[in-house]
Nanobody
Framework: VQLVESGGGLVQAGGSLRLSCAASGFTFSSYVMRWYRQAPGKEREWVATITSTGGWTRYGNSVKGRFTISRDNAKNMVYLQMNSLKPEDTAVYYC?????????WGQGTQVVVSS
């Protein structure tokens, strides 16, 4: 089982980034997918959720209206489009898969937003 995030980097405030998470080793289309983030010295924070079919999404208050989660079950991919980035969005972003008693984490991708 693997979840591999990519797309992080350094961006100026107000800019955009698109994170990707490539899944393998499990039945991706059966899993709810989430993005979390963890800033230095802070607890891991839930960012967004998308259901297995992609028909329902939900966002944390701090990113609502700026971030969009999506998935492509044919490619075993989940994405996080991040717009209007703020310095407080600086964190390591993690992809998470969950189905019943099973859940998996990626290794994370660093996002740094400069002011």
């Amino acid at each position: 089982v693997q979840l591999v995030e990519s797309g992080g980097g350094l961006v100026q405030a107000g800019g955009s980034l698109r994170l990707s998470c490539a899944a393998s080793g499990f039945t991706f289309s059966s899993y709810v997918m989430r993005w979390y983030r963890q800033a230095p010295g802070k607890e891991r924070e839930w960012v967004a959720t998308i259901t297995s079919t992609g028909g329902w999404t939900r966002y944390g208050n701090s990113v609502k209206g700026r971030f969009t989660i999506s998935r492509d079950n044919a490619k075993n991919m989940v994405y996080l489009q991040m717009n209007s980035l703020k310095p407080e969005d600086t964190a390591v972003y993690y992809c998470h898969a969950e189905s019943g008693n099973y859940d998996y984490w990626g290794q994370g991708t660093q996002v740094v937003v400069s002011s």
